[in-house]
């Protein structure tokens, strides 16, 4: 089911000639209206927020409408390190699914063809854990890495780990938790791309006496690209923002709080509204950036 | 392909896969079972009760934030299922201008961090002084699910062949015939992915909700909120049997779609 979010596929319907019809118009208009109301009014409503100043009244979490840069000033200088922390974290977590996820995905999308049940079944099992609460997924993990658990307790016997050492609450269980999490939105754009992959190319890259890895290097992976461009956006984004894997309550600890942990802090707890903002426009737009220079640049490599 | 390392090595590390993405499920389900006190963290002993009296920890708290959870996922799943489905019919069936703003607006909700989605409209809720309840909750997750709908169906209509809407057509059949009879019902399993989809996000959704919910409950809040001073078992109960539903649903659905893909395939 969510499967088919990722899925491009082209079909009889798309060759036929698009009419022009005020119905078109009809169509569109609650649906569009909807967002410029509730998606694009908001973001800029968060513009005009991370602009505000205290207001004279000096009431707690009462701001007035201003033109405050320096607001982004503040943010960054006193939270540059939840800012590279998110990103740095969010890049391993991705970079960990993909090595993850390609195998299981090539397994899925390739090899299991012959058998459509079964291909369709293991794709049920990936996307298993969106039905269980995504809370609920973390806090097991949390218990189950916990300083008394099996596993923790074992690798401190084989001396494997420091026994005055901890998992949880460090950098190393954050990205553990977001890698987990976002599996599934990296497994499933690449095996949709996998799965359409004509192997007659595979073949005529061993015909023409390349290795199994130089097949896998030049033909495979360039064909699957789209896939990879997909899942690792659709990873990236939402490990960038997420503060439930960071937040100490799971599997962070005061080290490792991530940009969405001090948004939320701002937001929910402290009444910092403008601070919040600045701080969600400031990763609204790196994230913008990176979206954009890795779309147009993996563009340009599969034209190469 | 000849290396013949790949022939084991890939089925061995996909059955290790598996099983790794498992382990948390595994265990939220067995410690559903678990005859726990207040927390949820050590195993005391197996016990049905949390399964046959679900309501009754806290007066009921996690039943009425899995009431409130239904509740804000049905409605805001019929809002953005239908709204989604009337734009992807437009976006593959009609000209219009402003295609590519449109198709912008829709993109960039799936490429906003929630975090960023939910202050947005909290900081737009504050100014325009909307209290926080049920339906700012709904507002949020309508909003979100659109995009997701409209990619879902996008695809479905995408696929579905004009040829048979021609034949309908000349046998004579009204627009709104041809809509009601042909269309919508070859489009309905695409609708119907969307709004599985859809209610999927809403029910699971807590980073959105958090910002925009003030007093009010869902699931995945009250499982946030309990975290710290420990989670009753009944949440893993009911976590489990939406798991456990939503399975059934899914695999029903594939295996009937394999065996009539069979049948066909023994009919043509």
Known sequence: MAFAAFATTTGPGEEIARRRSPIALLLLLPGILYLILFFLTPLISLVLTSLQAPSETGLPGVYDQAFQWQNYVIVISDYWPHIVRSFGYALIATVLALAFSYPLAYFIGVKARQWPLLQSLLLVLVIAPFFISFLLRTLAWKQLLSDESFVITSLKALSLMAPDAHFTGTPAAVIFGLTYNFIPFMTLPLYTTLERLDLRYLEAGNDLYASPLQVFRKVTIPLSMPGIVAGTLLTFIPAAGDYINASRAFLGGSDTQMIGNVIEANFLILQNYPAAAALSIILMSVILVIVTVYIRRSGTEELL | ?268
């Open chain 2, 1 to 268: 392909m000849k290396f013949s390392l790949g022939k084991w090595l890939l089925p061995v590390y996909v059955i290790v896969a598996f099983t790794f993405l498992m382990i948390p499920i595994v265990y939220t389900f067995i410690f559903s079972f678990n005859d726990s006190l207040k927390s949820n963290i050590t195993w005391r002993g197996f016990t049905l009760d949390k399964w046959l009296n679900v309501c009754e920890v806290q007066n009921g708290a996690v039943c009425r934030a899995f009431g409130n959870s239904i509740i804000i996922g049905t409605v805001a799943t019929v809002a953005a299922t239908v709204m989604g489905t009337m734009i992807a019919i437009a976006i593959v069936r009609y000209r219009f201008k402003f295609r590519s703003a449109t198709s912008l607006l829709l993109f960039l909700p799936m490429a906003t961090p929630e975090v960023v989605l939910g202050a947005g409209l909290a900081a737009q809720f504050l100014s325009a002084g909307v209290p926080k309840d049920m339906l700012t909750i709904i507002l949020a997750h309508t909003m979100f699910c659109i995009s997701f709908v409209v990619v879902t169906v996008k695809a479905r209509v995408a696929s579905l062949d004009p040829a048979l809407e021609e034949a309908g057509r000349d046998l004579y059949g009204s627009p709104n015939q041809v809509f009601a009879r042909i269309t919508f019902p070859l489009l309905l399993p695409g609708i119907l992915a969307a709004a599985l989809l859809c209610f999927a996000l809403s029910f699971d959704d807590f980073i959105i909700t958090n910002f925009n919910s003030g007093s009010v409950t869902t699931l995945p809040k009250y499982i946030y909120i309990s975290a710290s001073r420990g989670i009753p078992a009944e949440a893993n109960v009911i976590a489990s049997a939406v798991f456990i539903i939503a399975l059934v649903i899914v695999v029903t659905a594939q295996v009937s779609k394999a065996a009539r893909a069979k049948r066909l395939a023994t009919v043509g």
